[in-house]
């Protein structure tokens, strides 16, 4: 009902006829939303997983300063002072500073995946294609970035909807001048999972991009795709530079709960997750 509607109405109702108007207006202005239907109670219905799955927004009230959603207490954002105390004082963090500079957001909840490449690829100095959005600047964007890529692989309006697989990623990255090696987490023990990441945070020629589960380290949402920046040996934590920025800052994560998110089953590739390293191709 309209305002002028309204007042009309009133006009015309007698007192406890306008009083019942006033209340019934007020009771439906303040009426709760439907609830939101929660698609990781069943794991058909959440596609692969491959992205965040929307959800309904957090309470301003528990809302921090670091994000829109509050930081699991088993995680230290990187804003913190104890998370850039950890970073400095790493032995492992040469991958953070080229990727800290083509720090990107993911353009919309399920280009995760595409984000988190086009970051190691600028990172990465190799020669860079026309750009739409920089016609006289070469870049690797989100927006060109299936230019090349065989469709059949993965293509811009299929991964707007459901994302990429651990390998469908891994294929569409060969497209680019850069070697690509793959590895599924439960082809991997903790140590080895460790190590990979350990030796590959101490380059700055080579990216771990890691595809996990969110609820595996605490957070809200489905499967993720991200870059790990920097570990951190007296913590055995990693640092996870989350391309949803609009979601989780930058965070340190211990290694074994990231694990455990990368040994979460993708249900498309009935395959487990895991990490993408790309790097310069040896000439």
């Given amino acids: 009902m309209s305002r002028y509607s309204l007042m009309r109405a009133l006009e015309r109702a007698s007192r406890p006829e306008w009083i019942v108007a006033v209340l019934t207006a007020t009771l439906a202005a303040?009426?709760?939303?439907?609830?939101?239907?929660?698609?990781?109670?069943?794991?058909?219905?959440?596609?692969?997983?491959?992205q965040d799955a929307p959800q309904a927004p957090a309470s301003v009230a528990v809302r921090s300063a670091d994000g829109p959603l509050p930081?699991?207490?088993?995680?230290?954002?990187?804003?913190?002072?104890?998370?850039?105390?950890?970073?400095?004082?790493?032995?492992?963090?040469r991958s953070y500073w080229p990727l800290s500079q083509?720090?990107?957001?993911?353009?919309n909840e399920a280009y995760c995946s595409v984000a988190t490449s086009v970051m190691a690829l600028n990172?990465?100095?190799?020669?860079?294609?026309?750009?739409?959005?920089?016609?006289?600047?070469?870049?690797?964007?989100?927006?060109?970035?299936?230019?090349?890529?065989?469709?059949?692989?993965a293509n811009a309006a299929r991964v707007s909807k459901e994302g990429m697989t651990l390998d469908q990623l891994s294929a569409a990255l060969n497209?680019?001048?850069?070697?690509?090696?793959?590895?599924?987490?439960?082809?991997?023990?903790?140590?080895?999972?460790?190590?990979?990441?350990?030796?590959?945070?101490?380059?700055?020629?080579?990216?771990?991009?890691?595809?996990f589960r969110r609820v595996d380290i605490g957070e809200t949402g489905g499967g993720h795709w991200s870059p790990l920046a920097?570990?951190?040996?007296?913590?055995?934590?990693?640092?996870?530079?989350?391309?949803?920025?609009?979601?989780?800052?930058?965070?340190?994560?211990?290694?074994?709960?990231?694990?455990?998110?990368a040994l979460a089953v993708d249900y498309v590739s009935g395959l487990s997750r895991g990490i993408v390293i790309v790097g310069t191709r040896a000439h």
């Fill in 30 to 50: 303040c009426a709760p939303l439907p609830p939101v239907a929660n698609p990781a109670a069943n794991p058909a219905a959440d596609q692969a997983q491959h």
């Fill in 71 to 93: 930081v699991p207490p088993n995680l230290i954002a990187l804003t913190q002072p104890a998370g850039q105390k950890r970073l400095m004082g790493s032995a492992h963090n």
């Fill in 102 to 107: 083509y720090f990107e957001t993911q353009r």
């Fill in 123 to 153: 990172a990465l100095g190799i020669r860079r294609p026309a750009s739409t959005l920089y016609p006289d600047f070469p870049y690797f964007s989100q927006e060109d970035f299936f230019r090349d890529v065989d469709p059949q692989v």
């Fill in 175 to 211: 497209a680019f001048p850069v070697e690509v090696k793959a590895f599924h987490a439960n082809d991997l023990t903790l140590g080895q999972f460790r190590n990979l990441i350990r030796d590959t945070t101490s380059r700055s020629g080579r990216f771990a991009l890691l595809n």
């Fill in 230 to 261: 920097a570990y951190d040996a007296a913590s055995d934590s990693a640092l996870l530079l989350d391309v949803a920025r609009y979601k989780y800052p930058a965070a340190w994560v211990p290694v074994a709960q990231l694990y455990a998110g």
